[in-house]
């Protein structure tokens, strides 16, 4: 427990920003009415797979 607590300054903007973009994906696959796939299916990725299931639902899920 030591060796994390000098450490956790470093990584509570990561987390937050991390949350930020979770929220963001979440809040855009919400309100958008078509994306590539299923919204559950695109649900599913967006939660299961932190931090890169937002990041993949920006580049492929959306249709613009």
Avoid: C, H, N
Avoid at 8 to 25: D, E, N, R, S
Avoid at 26 to 45: A, F, Q
Wanted: charged share 15%; hydrophobic share 60%; no cysteine.
């Amino acid at each position: 427990m030591d060796k994390i607590i000098p450490i956790i300054p470093y990584l509570i903007p990561v987390a937050v920003l991390f949350l930020i973009l979770l929220v963001a994906a979440l809040v855009d696959l919400v309100k958008r009415e078509k994306t590539r796939g299923s919204k559950w299916l695109w649900l599913i990725i967006i939660l299961a797979s932190q931090p890169l299931g937002p990041i993949i639902y920006f580049a492929f899920g959306r249709v613009d």
